[in-house]
């Protein structure tokens, strides 16, 4: 890795950034007229069976380390990985996503094999900011994703493996108490959104 990267992206910060990074409307067009799955990290998901749905998509969203428990419950494709903070590359080659989505605000974590990745997007800190200000509390990276998808023309909007905490994230051990987001906002959010927004499907448990 140069030891240009880590100094240019301290002193020019975004400006820095955003050469590498694929313009918004990129995404928006790519998404347009598509079938979309955002996959939480929920560990309920592991007791669902939604794999041959989230399959079927045409581009599906992954978060983080993007825990595939199995096909049945998680589904084997991966469109696009989202990031709120660095993963093993690793995880990244065995995803082997279109695009990488940098959601977070803070960009000192944004490493020089993120920026340089096949597809790489810089989310604006002005949309971190204004999903901040709807929930009154630090988003999480789901959200940010539901938020810029919904912004899209995309035919339908698929959530899997969102309960909003209650059984915790696959990705980590922290309790709701130990993460700054507020879960309960991001609850009502979903719900609001799917009143006025048809194409929105939460998916739960199956049977």
Same mark, same amino acid.
């Given at each position: 890795?140069?030891?240009?990267?880590?100094?240019? %992206?301290?002193?020019? &910060?975004?400006?820095?950034?955003?050469?590498?990074? +694929?313009? *918004?409307?990129?995404?928006?067009?790519?998404?347009? &007229?598509?079938? !979309?799955?955002? !996959?939480?990290?929920? %560990?309920?998901? +592991?007791? *669902?069976?939604?794999g041959a749905k989230i399959d079927s998509c045409d581009i599906i969203i992954r978060m983080h380390a993007a825990p595939l428990i199995s096909p049945e419950s998680h589904g084997s494709r991966t469109t696009w990985l989202a990031l709120g903070m660095p993963v093993d590359q690793s995880i990244i080659d065995a995803r082997a996503p279109d695009r990488l989505l940098w959601m977070a605000k803070k960009r000192k974590r944004v490493r020089q094999r993120i920026a340089m990745a096949k597809g790489f997007y810089l989310h604006p800190k002005s949309d971190w900011d204004g999903m901040a200000q709807t929930l009154n509390a630090p988003p999480t990276t789901g959200a940010m994703l539901i938020d810029l998808v919904t912004k899209s023309k995309a035919a339908e909007i698929h959530l899997f493996g969102f309960d909003f =905490?209650?059984?915790? #994230?696959? #990705? &980590? %051990? %922290?309790?709701?108490? *130990?993460?700054?987001?507020? =879960?309960?906002?991001?609850? *009502? =959010?979903?719900a609001e959104l799917m009143t006025r927004d048809q194409r929105v499907v939460l998916h739960g448990q199956t049977h």
């Amino acid at each position: 890795m140069s030891i240009l990267f880590p100094f240019n %992206r301290m002193v020019f &910060g975004d400006g820095f950034l955003q050469k590498f990074s +694929a313009p *918004q409307k990129a995404l928006m067009a790519e998404l347009s &007229g598509k079938t !979309i799955a955002i !996959i939480g990290n929920a %560990r309920s998901l +592991a007791q *669902q069976s939604h794999g041959a749905k989230i399959d079927s998509c045409d581009i599906i969203i992954r978060m983080h380390a993007a825990p595939l428990i199995s096909p049945e419950s998680h589904g084997s494709r991966t469109t696009w990985l989202a990031l709120g903070m660095p993963v093993d590359q690793s995880i990244i080659d065995a995803r082997a996503p279109d695009r990488l989505l940098w959601m977070a605000k803070k960009r000192k974590r944004v490493r020089q094999r993120i920026a340089m990745a096949k597809g790489f997007y810089l989310h604006p800190k002005s949309d971190w900011d204004g999903m901040a200000q709807t929930l009154n509390a630090p988003p999480t990276t789901g959200a940010m994703l539901i938020d810029l998808v919904t912004k899209s023309k995309a035919a339908e909007i698929h959530l899997f493996g969102f309960d909003f =905490f209650a059984s915790l #994230s696959l #990705s &980590g %051990r %922290r309790s709701a108490a *130990q993460v700054p987001h507020d =879960f309960a906002a991001e609850k *009502q =959010f979903v719900a609001e959104l799917m009143t006025r927004d048809q194409r929105v499907v939460l998916h739960g448990q199956t049977h």
